[in-house]
C-alpha cells in the first residue's frame, strides 16, 4: 500500500552452487525414477546437495552411476 516491494525470495526449488544453476525438483524426479527408490527429498546445505530417499540401500557410485544415464 506505501509502494514499497517486498522480496521474499524465489518460488520454485531452484539454487545456484558454486555459479550453476541447480533444479533440486529435477534431482528427486531422476532418484524416484531409480528401481528400489520410493521416495527422494534434495536440499542444498553449505553448497553441497544432500539428498534423503526411502526404499532399499543403495551405494552412493550406484546412485550416481544411475542419475548420469
Given at each position: 500500500?506505501?509502494?514499497?516491494?517486498?522480496?521474499?525470495?524465489?518460488?520454485?526449488?531452484?539454487?545456484?552452487?558454486?555459479?550453476?544453476?541447480?533444479?533440486?525438483?529435477?534431482?528427486?524426479?531422476?532418484?524416484?525414477?531409480?528401481?528400489?527408490?520410493k521416495e527422494a527429498v534434495v536440499?542444498?546445505?553449505?553448497?553441497?546437495?544432500?539428498?534423503?530417499?526411502?526404499?532399499?540401500?543403495?551405494t552412493v557410485e550406484a546412485l550416481?552411476?544411475?542419475?548420469?544415464?
Amino acid at each position: 500500500p506505501d509502494g514499497n516491494i517486498e522480496y521474499l525470495g524465489r518460488n520454485d526449488d531452484q539454487v545456484k552452487i558454486r555459479g550453476l544453476r541447480i533444479e533440486l525438483g529435477e534431482i528427486q524426479a531422476g532418484l524416484t525414477a531409480i528401481d528400489g527408490i520410493k521416495e527422494a527429498v534434495v536440499i542444498a546445505r553449505d553448497q553441497r546437495l544432500i539428498a534423503y530417499y526411502t526404499g532399499t540401500a543403495q551405494t552412493v557410485e550406484a546412485l550416481r552411476t544411475a542419475l548420469l544415464a
